[in-house]
């Protein structure tokens, strides 16, 4: 089956992401493909490369990172919800006149409509959030 | 169709189990999946609304989540277990899938 | 041939305290562009979003509200509250936003977008969704 995921909440302040990497992980050792994992309102903090957890933790960020490029999974952050929280790619940050940017290896910022587009793709699409 | 409502939180902190049984169909499915698996525990005040749920609807709780927060002993007789590779197997075996929130 | 599916908003949350109620709604306006069947469901504390003369100055956040006013004008029309919720807030319809659509099958006669549902109804509803989203 096509699987598609929604992820609603940040690195360490909810386990939606932990689940939801848990989720996508068992979906692509039973043979499922995911279409695309989608990051919403505080979902899209789980893209910064800038997080530096405790070495005894698990490091939520590199951990999807890590999955992406394994399986070559498209891991979006909508654009919206990222320019209100601070999610830069060297696009926004051009755009936007920052003058940085921390997206996360594996992540791509774009809109809501690859979400719609994930909705519509796919045989599944199964939220985590709080 | 049939579907799969997932609850990730505590039906002590939030109303989303409350919800989701007044909101799903007979023969439908629940998964209790992160804080959402202390509804599947005996001897709470919310105990028997989850029995009485359990007659017309399957109820599941991710076993990872229960063994987490060390209450293995306490979950409900009827309240199958499973694991992620169960969770993404519910996904796919029900028509369509809702998450309380 | 492009593929149609039934896409269900499910709003439980009130709004300004958190962010949800307002990102919820620019998923649905994005998504409109989208012409697959879309319908919206307010239920618990989400039945606050629709309550009328919002006046969020003192808070200094934008007031979205009149946003839901033109949901209608982007054909997101089917618009179900859940009569159970309503109570047990306290409220009745004349406390919400009366949002409309217009049919340009009836002359752009225009038509309420809401309709107050019960729970049984509303999870006949939700159960016959393709892909649900919840907030």
Known sequence: MKLSIQVNEGPFQHQASDTAYFFTKAALDAGHEIFRVFFYHDGVQNGTRYTTPPQDDRNVVNRWSELAEAHKLDLVICVAAAQRRGIVDEGEQERNGKDGNNIADGFRISGLGQLIEAGIQSDRLVVFGD | MTMLHTVNKSPFEKDSLNSCLRLSKDGSSIILIEDGIYAALEGTVISDSVKDAMKTKKVYALQDDINARGVKGKVMDGVELVDYAGFVTLVTEHDNVQSWV | ?135
């Open chain 3, 1 to 135: 041939m492009s593929t149609t599916k039934k896409f269900l908003y499910v709003n439980r949350r009130a709004p300004y305290g958190t962010i949800y109620a307002w990102e919820s709604l620019e998923v649905i306006l994005i998504g409109a562009a989208f012409e697959q069947d879309v319908a919206l469901a307010f239920v618990d504390d989400g039945v606050y979003q629709l309550t009328k003369g919002h006046d969020t100055a003192g808070i200094g956040m934008k007031n979205f509200s009149p946003t839901y006013a033109a949901l209608g004008d982007f054909e997101v029309n089917k618009i179900y509250i859940e009569k159970e919720s309503l109570e047990a807030r306290g409220l009745t319809l004349d406390d919400l936003q009366h949002l409309v659509w217009e049919d340009e099958d009836e002359d752009w006669a225009e038509k309420d977008s809401i309709k107050v549902v019960t729970s049984a109804e509303l999870a006949d509803l939700m159960g016959e969704q393709d892909v649900v989203l919840s907030f």
